[in-house]
């Protein structure tokens, strides 16, 4: 299979390039405004340097740790993106399979195609799930209810989505117009692949919207549960609504795009258990920093008091050991994994986060530490 010629998480963004219907690949690929962030993101990864250290032991060298109290092969999860069964049939089982096969956590969005029933039965981990207040707060106590039931104990609690950025490359795709089914359909025409769809099971097949088909009246009509879906987005939430969610949410809650310094303190306050800092993968406001800019003062405000996971142009094992360098206890991937979900499905994902592990194995080895909690700012300078 082609995957198995990739090497590099921008490898798998060619083979998704080639595999995806246009509109689809830009819904993954692009970020909001001039995507100034969304360059950033990984940019500025080449701006940190490591230090290379010689003649150090780092036989039997060891990537595990826990993330929130769960074991992992590896300081790595996957990032909640939505719709991802759109970019291969049943596309978050699949992800979710490979992911428990390198032994990092899988994180399942609110707005996933699969429900965290079918993407737990299909993996041997515990999976996360991703929450977005919903205006209609018994539709979100289902969904913390699904999550409890399908024994999923760490939710992920987007804050960085009040309002939808502007996605331009979306825009000019027809992503956003009412009747998007139709306009679905006609971008893959447009982008020579009409079979894409029937591919991934979506046309002429039921609908399943995952953990949200319980809160809607037809599930099949796509129309409909757009609409109902950015009805239920909700602007109004503040600060004042995490004792709510707090009360109930008896697992381990972390806050998913945290960007500020302050902000982290104040999510310290309302009882996290944990941050994401992430500007949406650069979806949401452009111009703000990377957020391995940030890591350092957001590293610095919580002082070893929460767990940070850093999200947003991960892109290589280094890319990791500079993050676990400035202060992060890990990070999350997220549209590597979608573009080797697109490129070869469940095989080509569970090879990404190999290659990933060995080359965080080789950064550290070259680093001169064999395990994580020898990973300090010293590994890191001009
Ligand atoms: C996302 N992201 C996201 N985040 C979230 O909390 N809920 C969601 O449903 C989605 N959906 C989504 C779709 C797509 C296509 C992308 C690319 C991103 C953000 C995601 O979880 C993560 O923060 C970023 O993707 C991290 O940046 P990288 O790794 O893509 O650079």
């Keep these: 299979m082609s995957h198995h010629l990739a090497a590099s998480c921008d490898d798998y ?29 990984s940019r ?17 060298l060891d990537t595990r740790c826990a993330l929130f109290g769960q074991p992992a092969s590896m300081p790595l999860a996957l990032a909640p993106l939505g719709m991802a069964g759109l970019y291969a049939r049943r596309g978050e089982a699949q992800a979710a399979r ?26 041997a981990n515990k999976c996360w799930f991703q929450l977005y207040m919903l205006r209609d707060r018994e539709a979100v106590q289902g969904l913390l209810q ?25 825009i000019r795709n027809g992503m956003l117009d009412p009747g998007w089914r139709g306009k679905l359909a006609k971008a893959s025409q447009l982008a020579q692949r009409p079979g894409w769809l029937l591919d991934v099971g979506i046309l002429g097949k039921p609908h399943h919207f995952g953990s949200l088909t319980d809160q ?47 902000d982290a303190l104040q999510a310290l306050d309302c009882g996290a258990d944990g941050i994401v800092l992430s500007n949406h993968g650069g979806r949401q406001l452009d111009s703000v920093s990377s957020t391995v800019c ?27 050991l500079k993050a676990l360098a400035l202060g992060a206890q890990g990070v999350m991937i997220g549209r590597p ?20 592990q060995c080359e965080l194995a080789v950064a550290m080895a070259l680093c001169g530490v064999k395990g994580l909690v020898a990973i300090d700012g010293s590994l890191v300078g001009a």
């Design 13 to 41: 963004r060619r083979l998704a390039e080639r595999r995806l219907p246009r509109f689809l690949f830009d819904y993954i690929d692009g970020g909001a405004g001039d995507e100034h962030t969304l360059a950033a993101n």
């Design 44 to 60: 500025d990864f080449q701006h940190v340097h490591l230090r290379q250290r010689v003649l150090c032991d780092v036989d039997n």
């Design 98 to 123: 490979a992911a428990a096969a390198v032994g990092v956590p899988f994180s399942l969005s609110t707005v996933g195609i699969c429900s965290l029933a079918e993407v737990q039965a299909a993996s």
């Design 146 to 170: 699904q999550a409890l039931a399908n024994g999923c104990d760490t939710l992920l609690f987007t804050v960085d989505l009040p309002v939808a950025g502007i996605r331009r490359r979306d």
């Design 216 to 262: 809607v009246a037809d599930p099949n009509d796509l129309r409909a549960f757009k609409a109902w879906l950015d009805a239920q987005f909700d602007p109004c939430v503040t600060w004042d609504d995490i004792r709510w969610l707090r009360q109930q949410w008896p697992g381990k809650l972390v806050f998913k795009g945290i960007l500020e310094p302050d």
């Design 294 to 320: 940030q890591l350092p003062a957001v590293a610095e405000a919580l002082d070893g008091r929460l767990p940070i996971l850093l999200d947003g142009g991960i892109r290589s094992g280094a890319d990791i």
């Design 337 to 356: 994994w979608a573009w080797a979900l697109a490129a070869g499905g469940e095989a080509a994902v569970a090879q990404l986060l190999a290659g990933l």
